[in-house]
């Protein structure tokens, strides 16, 4: 089911997407398999996010943090985090999450980059200035 809505993702048909992982997260909770729940709940925050419904988007990649993620996924996670809050345009709440990807690679500078214009745009210049930098 994750690969089918993989393939739906890819071809841009997200309805049929989240059709799929929502049934497959179902399925998965009820087989009591935390690592598989988390990586649907993953998939399924990033298909939420292609929609523009980052509200739910929010609400499946933070449950998917509290799960048994790959430690790999993690920066991805909280940088959609972070994404998802500045589309809202709640720009505060987006620092962390940026700080939590700068924090797991320090080197990848879109992350400071996006954590430089949430600073900005809550007036926090001098931050945003050193991540600019």
């Known amino acids: 089911m994750r690969n089918r809505a993989k393939t739906y993702f890819k071809q841009k048909n997200y309805p049929a997407a989240i059709k799929v992982l929502e049934t497959a997260l179902e399925l998965a909770e009820n087989m009591d398999d935390p690592t598989l729940t988390t990586q649907i709940l993953y998939q399924l925050g990033l298909t939420y996010f292609a929609c523009k ?5 929010l609400k499946r990649l933070k449950l ?3 799960g ?9 996670i909280y940088y959609h985090i972070g994404l998802a809050y500045a589309r809202l345009e709640k720009f505060e709440k987006s620092i962390f999450p940026f700080t939590r990807c700068i924090e797991r ?3 990848d500078v879109i992350y400071m980059h996006e954590r430089a214009k949430a600073h900005q ?5 001098d931050e945003a200035v050193k991540d600019f930098d």
């Not at 419904?53 to 988007?57: G, M, P, Q």
């Not at 048994?68 to 991805?76: A, G, I, K, M, R």
């Not at 745009?121 to 210049?125: R, W």
């Open 68 to 76: 048994q993620t790959y430690p790999s996924y993690e920066p991805d």
């Open 53 to 57: 419904l980052y509200r739910k988007c």
């Open 121 to 125: 745009m809550i007036d926090m210049h």
């Open 105 to 107: 690679i320090p080197t």
């Open 64 to 66: 998917s943090l509290h």
